[in-house]
């Protein structure tokens, strides 16, 4: 993620640190693989809050955000298979970068703006409540 970043000292991007780079593992739930929904999930109940288990149910939970009102913490979704629904979901970091479980290079930060995801973008959600935020993903 690199120390540049406007949230280094969150939880949010520590709880991401501890697990970058762990390989894609279709249905992994663990630091022993994730895929993406796996990692959302792993990455909120280290911040206390429960997510569904696939990106598609995730997508029904907490409150739509407009792409540009995005804040560090809030779900991003996406279709990469073509079929017209969520099929993908990472969460946001700030800065335009978001950290997901890619099925080719497994945890990383890509950025929304790429060709591949910018074409893909479904829309985000905000899971965390305001004290939820300031504890866990707040800008420094």
């Known amino acids: 993620m690199g120390t ?3 949230f280094a000292d969150t939880t949010l991007t520590s709880v991401v640190k501890s697990v970058y780079g762990t390989p894609y593992k279709y249905g992994g739930v663990t630091t022993n693989g994730f895929d993406c929904s796996g990692f959302t999930r792993y990455v909120f109940k280290k911040m206390g809050v ?6 598609t149910a995730q997508y029904k939970q907490g409150t739509p955000v407009a792409k ?3 804040k560090a913490g809030d779900l991003v979704f996406f279709n990469t298979l073509g079929k017209g629904k969520v099929s993908h ?4 970091l700030g800065d335009g970068k978001f950290a997901h479980a890619s099925s080719s290079k497994g945890i990383r930060t890509d950025k929304l703006s790429s060709t591949y995801y910018k074409t893909r ?7 965390l409540s ?3 935020y300031s504890s ?3 800008e420094s």
Request: net charge positive; proline share 0%.
């Open 121 to 127: 973008y479904v829309g985000a959600k905000r899971i």
């Open 68 to 70: 540009s009102q995005l």
């Open 50 to 55: 429960d997510l569904a288990r696939v990106s």
């Open 4 to 6: 540049g970043s406007a």
């Open 136 to 138: 866990f993903a707040k």
């Open 89 to 92: 979901v990472g969460v946001y």
């Open 130 to 132: 305001a004290d939820s």
